[in-house]
Structures are given as structure tokens and as C-alpha cells.
T-cell receptor, first 113, second 114 residues
Framework: DAKTTQPPSMDCAEGRAANLPCNHS???????VYWYRQIHSQGPQYIIH???NNETNEMASLIITEDRKSSTLILPHATLRDTAVYYC??????????????FGKGTLLTVNP | NAGVTQTPKFQVLKTGQSMTLQCAQD?????MYWYRQDPGMGLRLIYY???????DKGEVPNGYNVSRLNKREFSLRLESAAPSQTSVYFC?????????????FGPGTRLTVT
């Protein structure tokens, strides 16, 4: 699985968009980008995933650059409840025998009032 | 739907004691996982089970055993607890589709070994 690099921490004002970057310069053609988050003391929660097109769901948007070497998770209107550690994970989507998700240290997003 | 449930929520053990962490899911998922998370660290995979009757080692399996009792339940056993096993343990499950590895996590078990 490709390695990812994320900033250790970011701040965002409540109500503003939060843009969380992730670098994955060694990503392979069949690897997807997944985002999870972990609110303090809880289990991680899936947010969104994508291969090469931009994706949007009720929680967030995922923008993947054309060369797929980096991506940005966007929370359009951050709230205090979005304060969490956000993990960017790159791995193949299906098949093979390796089922694990590799969680790095992620980015601690703090949403301030 | 309760999702993924874990028991107990908290546990304190003395070095050398044994215990079993229980996990159950009601989403009819084939795959189940056990992770541990140490303070300030990301999650590390201990064991996983791709389907009922199969289990495989993850990154940090030493000191642990697992049992996939049936499709719903996946337990983690510490035979002789050590202080290095003080951690938060998360169970997860997933149903692999063509491109989705969405794992659903339980609330965690906070284990302290003294």
C-alpha cells in the first residue's frame, strides 16, 4: 500500500470550510484513497473514498489531483463536532489477501468557536 | 441495528492474568478485525478474519489469540497479560464489495495491565 503524508494538526473556524491535505506520491493505478476520522475516545468512522474522480457525500468532498499524487478532504461547514483525527489511507479496493487498513498518525483537526 | 458491540468497555488486569475481549456485529459482514491503539498512535492490526472459520495475523499478533466463533462473533484472548498490552482495543467488521473497504468500528475496550 502507498504511504501517505498528512500534517499533524490543523485549525479551522466553526462554519468555515476545513481543507485537509494528504500526499500519496507513490500511489498505484489500482489504489483508492480512503478517509476515516476518529473523534476522541471513539472508534474510527468511514468518511469517503475515491479512485480518481472527485467524490461528494453527505459528510464531505474528496478532491484528487489529476496525477493522483495528492488529495484534499473538504468539510464544507465545519462544526465543533468535527474536531477529530482525520486519517488518509491508500490501498487497493478489493481482491488479494491483504485486508488491513493502515492507519498512520493522521491530522488532528480542531474546530474553534 | 447495534452495529459492532464490544465487551467489556474497561478492564484492569494484573501482569500474567488472562482475559477474552468479546466482539459481535449484526450487519452480516464476512470480515472482522482486531486493532490496538496506543496513546498518540494510529491503529495497528492484531488479527483479522476474512470469513467464518478463517483467521490471519496482522502487524502485531504476538501475545494474542483469536477465535471466529461464528459469522457474528470474533473474540481476542490475552493468555498472559503484560504491561505492554495496555491499550485501547477496537473491533471492526466489513463487507467487501468491488471497491469499498468501509470498516465499521466498535466503541473500544480500554485495557490497563499493571
Amino acid at each position: 500500500d502507498a504511504k501517505t503524508t498528512q500534517p499533524p494538526s490543523m485549525d479551522c473556524a466553526e462554519g468555515r470550510a476545513a481543507n485537509l491535505p494528504c500526499n500519496h506520491s507513490t500511489i498505484s493505478g489500482n489504489e483508492y484513497v480512503y478517509w476515516y476520522r476518529q473523534i476522541h475516545s471513539q472508534g474510527p468512522q468511514y468518511i469517503i473514498h475515491g479512485l480518481k474522480n472527485n467524490e461528494t457525500n453527505e459528510m464531505a468532498s474528496l478532491i484528487i489531483t489529476e496525477d493522483r499524487k495528492s488529495s484534499t478532504l473538504i468539510l464544507p461547514h465545519a462544526t465543533l463536532r468535527d474536531t477529530a483525527v482525520y486519517y488518509c489511507i491508500v490501498r487497493v479496493g478489493s481482491g488479494g489477501s491483504n485486508y488491513k487498513l493502515t492507519f498512520g498518525k493522521g491530522t488532528l483537526l480542531t474546530v474553534n468557536p | 441495528n447495534a452495529g459492532v458491540t464490544q465487551t467489556p468497555k474497561f478492564q484492569v488486569l494484573k501482569t500474567g492474568q488472562s482475559m477474552t475481549l468479546q466482539c459481535a456485529q449484526d450487519m452480516n459482514h464476512n470480515s472482522m478485525y482486531w486493532y490496538r491503539q496506543d496513546p498518540g498512535m494510529g491503529l495497528r492490526l492484531i488479527y483479522y478474519s476474512a470469513s467464518e472459520g478463517t483467521t490471519d495475523k496482522g502487524e502485531v499478533p504476538n501475545g494474542y489469540n483469536v477465535s471466529r466463533l461464528n459469522k457474528r462473533e470474533f473474540s481476542l484472548r490475552l493468555e498472559s497479560a503484560a504491561p505492554s498490552q495496555t491499550s485501547v482495543y477496537f473491533c471492526a467488521s466489513s463487507e467487501e464489495g468491488r471497491e469499498l473497504y468501509e470498516q465499521y468500528f466498535g466503541p473500544g475496550t480500554r485495557l490497563t495491565v499493571t
